[in-house]
């Protein structure tokens, strides 16, 4: 275990040596440093303020797999920076660190269910994790398939906007394992569409199915939520899920996968 604040920084810290590495090996100018940077402060701000919420004092052995998720984010993010302002073709960069990314996906849970730290605060931060790298890799692949491509990434933050706003989307919605699995395949399709080398007509009927996968997986939950407006204060037991900013009711918790 190691204290919230500490680890935090040392995310920080392990951004910015990485911005470093990357810059050696690709090169990157004063946008990309500053993305990668104000990204790894962003994130460290809003897990310690969850964290301070949840009255969590120390990470866990997942929640730093998760945090080191969110550093690879951080530097694919300033990667696509270097990419949309220079033009510099960092693929053989780019796709090895978010494949690394996703790849630990399937890790903090596991590194959960084994040392029994699985948390309300680590799902969230799981699920967070998630959706930033899903939403810097939409950007990075609308550049070359469409603006269209950037409903992948943002659609998990207009569903968030939308419960604040909305006090019937507010209920907490019951486990779906689908979910999960629709958020493995939409990262698995962007790297493969950043990759770049998939032939054309294949990369774009893999990210219509990711994007029809997940109007699938929000719009269930909507209308779950929908048919339930009528009675939103109903007392529930939470059940923890690892979709971003999702927790769902009548269970016990559950580990992350």
């Known amino acids: 275990m190691i204290g919230v604040r500490r680890g935090l920084l040392s995310g920080v810290v392990g951004v910015l040596v990485m911005c470093a590495l990357l810059d050696a090996r690709a090169g990157l100018g004063s946008v990309a440093w500053a993305t990668g940077s104000t990204c790894a402060a962003v994130l460290a701000l809003a897990a310690a303020r969850?964290?301070?919420?949840?009255?969590?004092?120390?990470?866990?052995?997942?929640?730093?797999?998760?945090?080191?998720?969110?550093?690879?984010?951080?530097?694919v993010a300033a990667l696509v920076a270097e990419s949309s302002t220079s033009g510099a073709d960092v693929r053989h960069v780019l796709v090895p660190l978010a494949a690394a990314a996703l790849a630990l996906d399937f890790v903090d849970g596991r590194v959960a269910r084994l040392t029994g730290t699985a948390s309300p605060f680590g799902a969230r931060l799981d699920g967070e994790a998630d959706a930033f790298l899903i939403l810097v890799l939409s950007v990075d692949v609308?550049?070359?398939?469409?603006?269209?491509?950037?409903?992948?990434?943002?659609?998990?933050?207009?569903?968030?906007?939308?419960?604040?706003?909305?006090?019937?989307?507010?209920?907490?919605?019951?486990?779906?394992?689908?979910?999960?699995?629709?958020?493995?395949?939409?990262?698995?399709?962007?790297v493969l569409a950043a990759w770049g080398h998939a032939p054309?007509?294949?990369?774009?009927?893999?990210?219509?199915?990711?994007?029809?996968?997940?109007?699938?997986?929000?719009?269930?939950?909507?209308?779950?939520?929908?048919?339930?407006?009528?009675?939103?204060?109903?007392?529930?037991?939470?059940?923890?899920?690892?979709?971003?900013g999702r927790i769902t009711p009548d269970g016990p918790p559950s580990d992350r996968p």
């Open 50 to 75: 969850r964290a301070a919420s949840d009255g969590v004092r120390a990470l866990g052995p997942a929640d730093l797999v998760t945090l080191t998720r969110g550093a690879l984010a951080c530097g």
């Open 142 to 190: 609308a550049g070359s398939a469409g603006a269209w491509v950037l409903s992948t990434g943002l659609v998990r933050y207009v569903y968030a906007v939308a419960t604040w706003l909305v006090p019937w989307m507010q209920r907490d919605l019951p486990a779906r394992y689908w979910r999960k699995v629709v958020a493995a395949y939409v990262g698995i399709s962007l």
């Open 200 to 244: 054309a007509a294949t990369t774009y009927a893999v990210l219509v199915v990711a994007v029809v996968l997940l109007a699938e997986s929000f719009g269930w939950d909507v209308v779950w939520l929908w048919r339930r407006r009528v009675n939103p204060t109903e007392p529930q037991t939470v059940l923890l899920d690892r979709t971003p």
